[in-house]
C-alpha cells in the first residue's frame, strides 16, 4: 500500500500567527496531491490542491509547496482564524489509474484565542 | 447543487447483523470510492467503482464487505456479519476523472 505521513500529529498556533503543517509522501509515481480539512464529526473537506508539475500553489489564505526532490508537501495557512482548528489531512494519488487517493494520519491544528 | 449523500449518518448494530450503507454521488459524477476511518486516524481507501462495475477493490477486506454501483440507485457498501472492529466512520466520495474527491458527511458504524 502507499505510505503517506505527516511530521507533526499535534499543531498548536496563536490566533493570527501563520500555520505551516508539513506531509511526507513515498510513492515517486504520484503526481497529484490534495489537502483536506476535517472537523470532528464530519466530512473531508476540499482545501487546496497541486499537481506534479507546479511547485507553488496559492488559494485563499492558504499555500501549498511541492518539493518532488524530497517527497515533502507542506501547506501554510495565513492569518490562522479559530475556524481553521480541524485535523489536516494531505492525500497522494500513487500509482493507479483512478482517483483512488491515499491519504496521511492527520494534524491536529488548535488555534489559541 | 447537493454535495455526496450519505445515508444513515448513524447506525448501531449487534454483533453477527448485517450493516448497509448508502452513498448518492454529486450530480454528474459517476464515479464512487468508499473510505473508512477509524478513530484518530487517516482515512484507508476501499474501493472504487464506477456506475455497475467495480473498478480496483484492492482496499476491501475479502470477506464480509461488498460494494455496489447499481445503473439506478445510491452505491452501498454492504457488511456482512459485523465484529466489533467493524465499527467507524465510513465515507464515501465522487468526483469526475482527474478532478479531486468531494466526501459526503459519513456513516458512523456502532457494532455492539
Known amino acids: 500500500g502507499e505510505s503517506v505521513g505527516l511530521h507533526l500529529p499535534t499543531l498548536s498556533v496563536q490566533e493570527g500567527d501563520n500555520s505551516i503543517i508539513n506531509c511526507a509522501y513515498s510513492?515517486?509515481?504520484?503526481?497529484?496531491f490534495i489537502w483536506y480539512k476535517q472537523e470532528s464529526g464530519k466530512g473531508p473537506q476540499f482545501i487546496i490542491d497541486i499537481r506534479s508539475n507546479m511547485d507553488k500553489r496559492q488559494g485563499q489564505r492558504v499555500t501549498v509547496l511541492l518539493n518532488k526532490t524530497v517527497k515533502h508537501l507542506s501547506l501554510q495557512i495565513a492569518a490562522t482564524q479559530p475556524g481553521d482548528s480541524a485535523v489536516y489531512f494531505c492525500?497522494?494519488?500513487?500509482?493507479?489509474?483512478?482517483?483512488?487517493?491515499?491519504f496521511g494520519t492527520g494534524t491536529s491544528l488548535t488555534v489559541i484565542p | 447543487n447537493a454535495g455526496v449523500m450519505q445515508n444513515p449518518r448513524h447506525l448501531v448494530r449487534r454483533r453477527g447483523q448485517e450493516a448497509r450503507l448508502r452513498c448518492s454521488p454529486m450530480k454528474g459524477h459517476s464515479h464512487v470510492y468508499w473510505y473508512r476511518q477509524l478513530p484518530e486516524e487517516g482515512l484507508k481507501f476501499m474501493v472504487y467503482l464506477q456506475k455497475e462495475n467495480i473498478i480496483d477493490e484492492s482496499g476491501m477486506p475479502k470477506e464480509r464487505f461488498s460494494a455496489e454501483f447499481p445503473k439506478e440507485g445510491p452505491s452501498i457498501l454492504r457488511i456482512q456479519q459485523v465484529v466489533r472492529g467493524d465499527s467507524a466512520a465510513y465515507f464515501c466520495?465522487?468526483?469526475?476523472?482527474?478532478?479531486?474527491?468531494?466526501f459526503g458527511e459519513g456513516s458512523r458504524l456502532t457494532v455492539l
Open positions: 466520495a465522487s468526483s469526475p476523472p482527474g478532478a479531486p474527491l468531494f
Open positions: 510513492n515517486s509515481a504520484s503526481d497529484y
Open positions: 492525500a497522494e494519488n500513487g500509482e493507479n489509474t483512478g482517483n483512488q487517493f491515499y
